[in-house]
């Protein structure tokens, strides 16, 4: 039993390392899945004669349906359909090939004519894969092509993989009597998505009457209400509020309760702010408590006890003149 439960742990173990190990890796290419190959003209021959069917190296141009100038791989089979051939992407060509279109057209410039380098870069890829027989290599050459087919023919029987960022990538018709064709795909590395902006941080600014007189609200300004900035926002206080009401002003606004410490317009919100006010109309404006108001506290109770004070001793200097 125990050694049933050694196993079942070991087998856990293997599988998650399994899982691990495969969830690593991230097997993308660079190439879509599937494509349509379509003809876009044909190269008339540069080598050989045009008008017999044996030897007439007439040759097609291809690109995918995503704009990549792509070559046949299969000499003796059909060429894909003028329209468009679907295809579907069946693995990357070897390095040989690879070294062929990386230093053909449209990559490099070998004659200065575009239409020359083509046909080279074409010829190259069946050359390489030992389709172009006697007869081609012993046709006609006006252009002196074959020569520089033969020179990237030679380059990539010499060339080996790389880590290049570029790949070639062959894809396949479901018609098999079809040829493959090979594409040339420079490899990208996803870039990141950029990391959000993160939102500012806001700090509000709320009024706050205080006090027991209040005008009249239907003659008075409103209290401005809430209203929130970014952080470190250079602040100026609301309008000081008016009144219809002749006998009544607004005295303006604190920063505490006791309507003390003046906001003082230009001031950094770095915090959550209250800003108290009060009205003035005749009638002395009650407050809440607060240390500020301790002074005059302080001060009362000191002039009450005075007064008691001078009372008691008018009363007890009368009373010892009424006994003289």
Not at 6 to 32: E, R
Not at 116 to 136: H, K, N, P
């Amino acid at each position: 039993m125990k050694n049933m439960k050694k196993i079942t742990s070991l087998l856990c173990l293997l599988l998650m390392a399994v899982v691990f190990t495969f969830s690593g890796i991230k097997l993308v290419n660079a190439a879509p899945q599937t494509t349509t190959v379509s003809r876009v003209g044909v190269i008339e021959a540069k080598i050989g004669d045009n008008t017999s069917q044996d030897t007439n190296y007439s040759w097609a141009i291809y690109k995918t349906s995503d704009d990549v100038v792509a070559y046949c791989m299969d000499n003796t089979k059909a060429w894909p359909s003028a329209e468009g051939t679907e295809m579907t992407l069946a693995g990357e060509a070897d390095a040989g090939i690879k070294y062929i279109l990386e230093n053909g057209y449209p990559n490099k410039t070998i004659t200065g004519n575009s239409e020359y380098d083509r046909y080279i870069t074409q010829g190259a890829v069946w050359m390489y894969s030992g389709q172009l027989g006697t007869t081609f290599m012993n046709a006609d050459d006006p252009h002196d092509l074959r020569s520089k087919m033969q020179a990237l023919v030679t380059g990539a029987q010499n060339a080996s993989s790389s880590s290049s960022n570029t790949k070639a990538y062959i894809f396949a018709p479901s018609d098999s009597t079809v040829q493959r064709v090979v594409a040339l795909y420079t490899a990208t590395t996803p870039t990141p998505d950029p990391e959000p902006t993160p939102e500012p941080e806001k700090v509000c600014v709320d009024y706050v009457i205080v006090g027991n007189v209040i005008p009249d609200p239907a003659k008075t300004d409103p209290t401005p209400s809430e209203k929130c900035f970014n952080k470190g926002t250079e602040y100026d206080q609301e309008k000081g509020l008016t009144t219809r009401q002749s006998n009544c002003k607004f005295n303006g606004w604190y920063t505490k309760s006791n309507l003390t410490g003046k906001w003082t317009n230009g001031t950094a919100l770095n915090n959550n702010l209250t800003l108290y006010g009060a009205w003035d109309c005749g009638t002395p404006v009650k407050v809440p408590a607060t240390a500020a108001q301790t002074p005059l506290i302080i001060l009362g109770v000191g002039l009450t006890a005075i007064a008691i004070g001078a009372g008691v001793y008018i009363y007890r200097n009368k009373k010892l003149n009424s006994n003289k």
